[in-house]
């Protein structure tokens, strides 16, 4: 494995994203893993945001100690005003990175939406592996595969399940959040973007 593409809206990061890339440093440790916060979602255009540069410096806030030459926050989606598409990524990603195998990441809750994707038939094409991390199907259960995906593609982990989603921290008051769900420093910047204007909530625009 060279390297794995790590993407999301981290909106915000929390533990459940520094429990997926802790996985892939034990499971790959060879590998060098991007972590790519993107700046518009296709699939996420109608929620509560924060500005790329809050979530680009929550980020860097959330995966400080996990930072190094094999573990890189890339700012290739953040960085636009547009829709981020994976598939242009991960030719973004190629000319970076010409001579290296490149693999996905993706929580087993995307799986079963996976075909609508853009060019989600060129992404498989165009990776070495799909790696599925267990959202909430514990090993050694089987997670439910849609027929759209070709096992040859896939990597199942067997990770152990940590529960947590950036939507629930959106929707909660920090003071009711699980102790260790995100690092102190980075509550602090959530906060205090959280009682600024420009959290937005698109639905009111």
Known sequence: MDVILFGGSFNPPHIGHRHVISILQKEFPNAKIYICPNSVSPFKQNVKKFSKEEVWNLCKTEFESLLSTRVLLWDEEIKQNQISYTIDTLKALKIREPDKTISLVMGEDNLPSFDKWKSYEEILNSIQSLIVVRRFTPHPLPIQIPTSLPIVKLMV?????????????????????????????????FDSYSNETNFRDPTLL
């Open 157 to 189: 982990l067997d990770n152990p399940i940590r529960s947590m989603s950036s939507s629930e921290l959106r929707e909660k008051p920090g003071s009711s959040w699980e102790k260790d769900s995100v690092k102190p420093k980075t509550k602090d910047l």
